[in-house]
C-alpha cells in the first residue's frame, strides 16, 4: 500500500528567534523525500549571554546528514539574518543557491570569504517563472522590505502550494525597487494558497506602517536648520533609506561623504546590480574637510554601536582624519536591536561630550520600519486567502500573537518551533509529527563549536567568578602535598591566599593523607582533583561568598 504524499516544513532557525533564518522544506512522495533550504541566516549574540562569541548560526547538522536530497538553497533577501552563514557553513553544498541579483552580489562575496564555491549562486528569474529543483516549483515574488530586492516564495509541491512571506512589509512608495504589489498577491491567493508562512516581526505594532517615502521632507527640514554637519547613520543594507537621505541632501545643497566600509560596500552593490540608479557623487573624508560643514551630509556605518565602525570611531575621536564637534548634528536614522542599547548610548554619551547634538528616532520622524505591523498583516492574510498560517521570524510570543490574529480572521494555524517536523499540506492534516536536532553553533575567533559542548558557561564563569589555578605535587612522605595557587579576576590579599593553601592542605591531609590508608600513588588523580575541588569550592563559598573557576594540575614524584 502506498502512502500519502506530503509537505513538510522544519525550521532550523528563525521560529524561536528574531534572527538566524533557515527553514527546510520537505516533499515526501512516500517513499522518497525532496528537501530545499530556504534562506541561510546568522544572529548577533549578546555578549552578557555568550560573551566572546562572533555570531550564532542555526545547527545545520539535518541538512549535513541528508546531503544528497537537498536540491537547492533559495535567499529571500540579503539581511544578514538570512544570509549571513553562507560564509561559516555550506563549504559541503553543491546544490544551487538561487536569489535576486542584488543578493547574488552579497551571496557571492560572503561564500568566497569562506572558501566556498562562489558559481553556485544563480540568479532567480521572477514569478510567474518557476525554478523546477527536484518535485519543487519555486516563484520568487516582489515584496516591499528595507533592503532592495526583497522576496516573497511561491512553494508548489504535487500535494500542496505555499506561500513563504520571507521579511516583509506593505509600502506603495518604496524609493527603490517595486512597490507592494496587492494584485500579483491577490491574484496569487485566488489561484490557491494552501498554507502561508508569514514574518511575524511587527505583530505587537497596532498601527498601519508608515512608507519610506515619508521621511524626505523630514530629513530635509532638519538638514536646512543644522548649522554644522549633518552624519546620519542606518543600516548599511537600507540602500532606499540611503537614496532618500542623499537626495535630501542634494536638495539642500550638502555634499554626501559615506565613511564605512560596509556602506560602501552596499552602495557598490546597489550600483552593480544596476538598482541604485542616480545616486549622487561621494567626496573622499580628504576632500571633504575643504567643503563649509553646513554643506556636507555624512553617512557613517554602524547605526547599532559597533565598536570599530565608523560611528563608534567618530563619537570616539574621528575616522580616517575626519571630526565632528560643535554644532554638528549626529542622526540615528535606524532602530535599536533589542540588546545593543548600551553600545548606542555608550555612542551617544560620548558625542554629547564632543558637543555633538544627537536626535535619536524616538518619534519615528526618521525611521520606519521594515515588517508588517498587525493591520497590515491582516491585510497581507486576506491577500493571500491561504488554508492554514504558519507564524515565523519571531520569538515564541511573537509566533503566539500571530496565531491570536490570524484565529480572529477564522484562519487554522499551527504553531512550530525549530526543529520540530510539521506537515503542512492542508489544515486538516498539519501537525507537528517528529523533531530533528536543532540547536546554534558559534562563531568563536575563527572556530565552530557546538552550543552543548559548554566552552561558553565555562568562560561565563570565569567571566563572573575569576580563576584559581592550583599546583599540587604529591610526595609518598609528609609534606604529601606541595601548593602554588594562582588567583585571577578575584579579589584577595597575600594573606587570604596563604589561608586558602593552609586550609587546603590541612583538609587534604585529613581526608587523604592521615584517613587513606592506600600509598598516595594508588589514588587516582580524578578523586584528588574532586576533593581538592570540592574544598575550595566549600571554603571560598563561605570566606568569599563566590565559586571561582577552579583549575588544578597534579604532579606526582617518581616512585621509585
Ligand atoms: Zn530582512
Ligand atoms: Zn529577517
Given amino acids: 500500500m502506498s502512502k500519502e504524499n506530503n509537505l513538510l516544513f522544519i525550521p532550523l532557525g528563525g521560529c524561536s528567534e528574531i534572527g538566524m ?86 551571496a557571492k562575496s560572503k561564500i568566497d570569504k569562506g572558501g566556498g564555491n562562489s558559481n553556485l549562486v544563480k540568479i532567480a528569474p521572477h514569478y510567474p517563472k518557476f525554478i523546477k529543483v527536484g518535485s519543487f516549483k519555486v516563484g520568487f515574488v516582489n515584496i516591499s522590505h528595507s533592503i532592495p530586492e526583497a522576496s516573497g516564495l511561491i512553494i508548489e509541491t504535487p500535494c500542496s502550494r505555499v506561500f513563504h512571506s520571507g521579511d516583509f512589509k506593505i509600502d506603495y512608495s518604496p524609493v527603490l525597487g517595486k512597490p507592494f504589489n496587492k494584485k500579483i498577491l491577490s491574484e496569487i491567493g485566488k489561484k490557491g494558497i494552501n498554507t502561508l508562512v508569514c514574518d511575524s516581526t511587527n505583530v505587537f505594532n497596532d498601527h498601519h506602517g508608515r512608507s519610506e517615502s515619508n521621511l524626505f521632507d523630514n530629513f530635509v527640514n532638519l538638514f536646512k536648520k543644522v548649522k554644522g554637519i549633518v552624519v ?27 565613511l564605512g ?70 542622526l540615528f536614522s535606524s532602530k535599536t536591536i533589542p540588546g545593543n542599547e548600551i553600545r548606542v548610548s555608550y555612542i551617544v554619551d560620548q558625542l ?33 486567502s491561504p488554508d492554514l498560517i504558519v507564524p515565523m521570524h519571531g520569538e515564541y510570543r511573537h509566533l503566539k500573537e500571530h496565531e491570536r490574529i490570524a484565529k480572529q480572521s477564522g484562519i487554522q494555524t499551527l504553531l512550530v518551533e525549530n526543529g520540530d517536523v510539521a506537515q503542512i499540506s492542508n489544515s486538516s492534516n498539519a501537525a507537528v509529527i517528529d523533531k530533528v536536532d536543532s540547536g546554534r553553533i558559534f562563531l568563536d575567533g575563527s572556530v565552530l563549536i557546538d552550543e552543548q559542548e559548554g566552552i561558553i558557561s565555562e568562560r561565563k564563569k570565569l567571566m563572573y567568578n575569576g580563576l584559581l589555578n592550583v599546583s599540587i605535587l604529591v610526595n609518598e612522605i609528609k609534606p604529601y602535598f606541595n601548593f602554588e ?36 600513588h594508588n589514588i587516582e588523580s580524578y578523586y584528588l582533583e574532586a576533593e581538592v575541588r570540592r574544598i575550595l569550592n566549600k571554603f571560598l563559598k563561605s570566606e568569599i561568598g563566590k565559586k571561582p573557576h577552579i583549575s588544578i594540575c597534579i604532579h606526582r614524584m617518581d616512585i621509585i
Fill in 261 to 330: 566600509r560596509a556602506m560602501n560596500n552596499m552602495i557598490n552593490y546597489g550600483k552593480e546590480s544596476g538598482i541604485l540608479k542616480d545616486f549622487p557623487d561621494i567626496l573622499s573624508p580628504r576632500d571633504a574637510k575643504l567643503v563649509p560643514k553646513n554643506h556636507l551630509l555624512v553617512l557613517a556605518s554602524g547605526s547599532q554601536g559597533e565598536p570599530r565602525a565608523a560611528s563608534a570611531q567618530l563619537a570616539r575621536e574621528s575616522y580616517m582624519g575626519f571630526t565632528i564637534g560643535k554644532n554638528d548634528v549626529f
Fill in 232 to 258: 546620519a547613520t542606518t543600516f548599511a543594507s537600507n540602500l532606499a533609506r540611503l537614496k532618500t537621505l542623499a537626495s535630501a541632501a542634494d536638495r539642500t545643497g550638502r555634499s554626501l561623504v559615506v
Fill in 352 to 384: 554629547e561630550r564632543r558637543g555633538v547634538e544627537v536626535i535619536e528616532d524616538k518619534n519615528g520622524l526618521y525611521h520606519v520600519s521594515g515588517h508588517a505591523n498587525k493591520p497590515d498583516l491582516n491585510i497581507f492574510h486576506s491577500l493571500i
Fill in 485 to 520: 595557587m594562582d588567583l585571577i579576576g578575584i579579589s584577595a590579599t597575600v594573606d587570604f591566599k596563604k589561608e586558602i593553601l593552609i586550609h587546603l592542605e590541612n583538609e587534604l591531609n585529613y581526608s587523604i593523607g592521615n584517613n587513606k590508608p592506600k600509598k598516595l
Fill in 21 to 106: 533564518n533557515m527553514y527546510v522544506y520537505g516533499y515526501d512522495d512516500g517513499n522518497n523525500i525532496d528537501y530545499i533550504l530556504v534562506d541561510a541566516g546568522v544572529t548577533f549574540p549578546n555578549p552578557e549571554y555568550n560573551p566572546g562569541v562572533d555570531l550564532i548560526m542555526p545547527d545545520t547538522s539535518f541538512v549535513e546528514d541528508n546531503l544528497s536530497k537537498f536540491k537547492a538553497i533559495f535567499i529571500t533577501h540579503a539581511h544578514e539574518d538570512h544570509i549571513g552563514s553562507l560564509t561559516h557553513l555550506f563549504e559541503y553544498i553543491e546544490a544551487p543557491i538561487y536569489c535576486g541579483k542584488f543578493t547574488s552580489l552579497i
